[in-house]
């Protein structure tokens, strides 16, 4: 197939563009050895063109009746007009071009298309709007210095907040020592063992994945800091406090996903390890875990993305703090959610720049633990995806095999 | 059983030079099965899913170190057989049974003895190659010692002892630390055996190992069973009648009538069984007239 690609020519009276008009839905997109491949169903230029110009004429009608002809109306009035004069025109002329059953196709392919960007358009408004705000106060210093000595005459610039960092760092990754055990524990008992309890544990780890997060930090406040709480100790407003709220916020999120993970492993491998002498326990530990390896990880780092945003658990069990306080098991301390929560509310404008600044390093540090968490999920299916496709290689054909084969060598070795 | 036990020497493929380890003896254990093959035997074997009866007084002797295969058509309870034989049956939930499983005279199910060390001593390969994806070969091949907390002082000599045993040495010597799923189902297969075989166990039980391979691997995975013979006791549950008779000493026929448990119609030495079956029912499945 590629060198029939480097040694074709072009061939006298085949043009590819004739075939635009007419032709019903066929494509001649590349002249491949004197031969012309096609695809049905392939958006043409020939559709893009009568894609761009039913927006134009749409446009141009809209602007005449509502600019010209009326005094107007409001604007998204004027674009909701537009947009369906748009798909009348697109479909009237698709029809006439190509018929009624190719029009229906592209109306619905055009529609579907922009319903996807629609959808689009908050998400990427709302990062390009923190971005924007966040970017004005955001300098270096925001990574090093904490909020001492900061007055509302100071620019935003002033300051930073190093302080939330390290306690958003510090509860999380205390958050993490509890909830991980807890939930890889959870996730073995549903998933590899045979106890009719099974049932109400998935319900209540269900129940608790839809429990809303500031009920986590009443429940810490209610239970812990007001009956043993004292300024200062190990019970009254910290970041141990925090991290056992948080950790009731991830303690679902890893217990299920880890759980789909586990049920990904296929029960052969179980069997032969039960079958060379395993007691359940090193099965689960030297099989099941090993081969799940790279789900599992994943697991854990949406657990952190998770914990990482949450300012409800926090509001009175970190309390939140302007200085910095890298003891979590002493003392009010700050995180970055609950930086941006309390300088968001200050009538002040330089705090609340300040405010933006610690929104767009915390969405920088939950895409940075998504990126972490796509590519070891990638890695694990480019590595499935390897494996399936060697298996197609002939096994004596060395060489595939041993490209692919230093690849996961060095996915062992990590 | 002494002509059982040269035949089996010379069985081993005289082109080749002979590996070295083979001769010198096995490479040593510690805390594994006793040496050696041992004779198997079911006396009155039932077995339930449930309150489903699956399988009902099977008697059958599978003699040590010689080549049992178990044929019948499928759902007639040959796996479920095979899976009494090393307590992998009661891991199902429902499963239930009765009878008895002597293995060396002693019986498996007796209250007191420790289902993973009976498994230790009665390996199993499965009908889908099911190497550790996770694990290197090497690693695949001593996962037994690890799994079954065994230990070994020689563990490059065991891994080469166990891969030429499972015919897979010459293919794979030079690639140990690849993992184990980058091989072909037929080595695959071949390396799941080896699996089992790095334990060192009495009895070796086989799961159709053939089904999911072509004629090639099923060649190789054949002439490894034929290696084994007089070194381990092998039973083979087999759909293909062929296979049956090319590797195997005793046959046992099993057979379920619709909505009966299964149970084994005629047993026998694998010649006397397709040229001269006494059950006609036999004599029909063996020349392939249903099945």
């Given at each position: 197939m590629t060198d029939t690609y480097e040694i074709v020519e072009p061939v006298v009276g085949t043009t590819p563009v004739s075939s635009q008009f007419g032709n019903g839905s066929v494509v001649r997109s590349e002249t491949n050895g004197g031969r012309n491949s096609r695809r049905p169903r392939e958006f043409t230029s020939a559709d893009v063109w009568s894609l761009a110009g039913s927006a134009i004429s749409a446009a141009c009608l809209n602007w005449l009746i509502f600019a010209r002809f009326s005094s107007g109306a409001g604007w998204f009035g004027i674009l909701l007009c537009t947009y369906v004069t748009f798909v009348a025109i697109f479909a009237v002329v698709t029809a006439d071009r190509l018929g009624r059953l190719v029009a229906v196709d592209r109306v619905v392919t055009v529609i579907v298309m922009s319903a996807g960007v629609i959808v689009m358009v908050p998400l990427v408004l709302l990062v390009a709007y923190i971005l924007v705000q966040g970017v004005k106060a955001l300098r270096l210093t925001f990574f090093v210095h904490d909020q001492t000595g900061i007055t509302p005459v100071l620019p935003a610039t002033a300051g930073g907040g190093a302080h939330a960092l390290v306690g958003t760092i510090e509860q999380v990754g205390l958050a993490l020592l509890w909830s991980l055990p807890l939930g890889l524990a959870a996730a073995v008992f549903l998933n590899e063992s045979r106890s009719k309890w099974r049932r109400p544990v998935r319900i209540f780890v269900d129940a608790m994945s839809?429990?809303?997060?500031?009920?986590?930090?009443?429940?810490?406040?209610?239970?812990?800091?007001?009956?043993?709480?004292?300024?200062?100790?190990?019970?009254?407003?910290?970041?141990?406090?925090?991290?056992?709220?948080?950790?009731?916020?991830?303690?679902?999120?890893?217990?299920?996903?880890?759980?789909?993970?586990?049920?990904?492993?296929?029960?052969?491998?179980?069997?032969?390890?039960?079958?060379?002498?395993?007691?359940?326990?090193?099965?689960?530990?030297?099989?099941?875990?090993?081969?799940?390896?790279?789900?599992?990880?994943?697991?854990?780092?949406?657990?952190?993305?998770?914990?990482?945003?949450?300012?409800?658990?926090?509001?009175?069990?970190?309390?939140?703090?302007?200085?910095?306080?890298?003891?979590?098991?002493?003392?009010?301390?700050?995180?970055?959610?609950?930086?941006?929560?309390?300088?968001?509310?200050?009538?002040?404008?330089?705090?609340?720049?300040?405010?933006?600044?610690?929104?767009?390093?915390?969405?920088?540090?939950?895409?940075?633990?998504?990126?972490?968490?796509?590519?070891?999920?990638?890695?694990?299916?480019?590595?499935?995806?390897?494996?399936?496709?060697?298996?197609?290689?002939?096994?004596k054909n060395a060489t595939p095999l041993d490209l692919t084969s230093t690849m996961f060598k060095g996915d062992l070795q990590s | 059983m002494t002509d059982l036990i040269s035949r089996s020497t010379t069985l081993g493929r005289s082109t080749e030079t002979p590996p070295p380890r083979m001769q010198s003896g096995r490479v040593e254990l510690i805390g594994g099965p006793p040496p050696g093959p041992a004779s198997i035997e079911a006396v009155d074997a039932c077995a339930w899913f449930g309150d489903h009866l699956v399988l009902e007084g099977v008697d059958l002797l599978m003699p040590a170190g010689e080549v049992t295969a178990l044929i019948g058509p499928s759902g007639c309870g040959k796996s479920t057989f095979l899976r009494l034989l090393n307590r992998m049956h009661e891991l199902i939930p429902g499963a239930a049974l009765d009878g008895k499983i002597l293995l060396g005279g002693s019986d498996i199910y007796e209250v007191g003895r420790r289902a993973q060390q009976i498994r230790t001593r009665i390996g199993m390969v499965f009908q889908k190659p099911n190497p550790f994806p996770a694990m290197s070969i090497r690693e695949n091949v001593l996962s037994g010692l690890k799994l079954a907390r065994i230990k070994c002082d020689d563990k490059d000599g065991l891994v080469e002892q166990s891969l030429v045993r499972a015919s897979l040495w010459k293919e794979v010597r030079d690639r140990l630390d690849r993992p184990g799923g980058a091989l072909s189902g037929g080595q695959q297969q071949r390396l799941c055996i080896a699996r089992s075989l790095a334990v060192q166990p009495n009895v070796l039980l086989m799961d159709e190992p053939c089904s999911a391979l072509d004629p090639t691997s099923t060649g190789r995975v054949e002439e490894t069973i034929a290696e084994l013979r007089g070194d381990v006791t092998v039973v083979i549950v087999t759909h293909n009648m062929q296979q049956a008779q090319r590797v195997s000493d005793h046959c046992a026929f099993f057979l379920a009538e619709e909505n009966q448990p299964g149970f084994v119609v005629e047993k026998g030495l694998t010649r006397d069984m397709f040229t001269n079956p006494i059950d006609s029912r036999t004599l029909n499945y063996v020349q392939g007239r249903f099945g």
């Open positions: 839809g429990l809303p997060s500031i009920v986590a930090g009443l429940f810490i406040f209610a239970v812990l800091i007001i009956p043993f709480g004292t300024s200062g100790g190990l019970f009254g407003f910290n970041g141990f406090m925090a991290s056992l709220a948080l950790a009731l916020v991830m303690l679902p999120t890893i217990t299920r996903t880890v759980e789909v993970v586990l049920r990904l492993v296929p029960d052969g491998l179980r069997e032969a390890s039960l079958a060379m002498g395993a007691s359940r326990a090193r099965t689960v530990w030297s099989v099941v875990f090993p081969t799940a390896r790279t789900g599992m990880t994943t697991a854990v780092v949406l657990g952190i993305a998770r914990a990482v945003g949450e300012t409800a658990p926090l509001l009175f069990t970190a309390f939140g703090y302007d200085l910095m306080n890298s003891n979590p098991f002493s003392g009010a301390q700050e995180s970055l959610p609950l930086f941006v929560y309390r300088n968001i509310r200050k009538p002040d404008v330089n705090a609340i720049a300040r405010g933006f600044s610690g929104a767009l390093v915390l969405m920088l540090l939950v895409l940075v633990l998504f990126a972490i968490a796509r590519f070891i999920g990638s890695d694990h299916s480019k590595r499935r995806n390897a494996r399936a496709s060697k298996n197609k290689v002939p096994a | -």
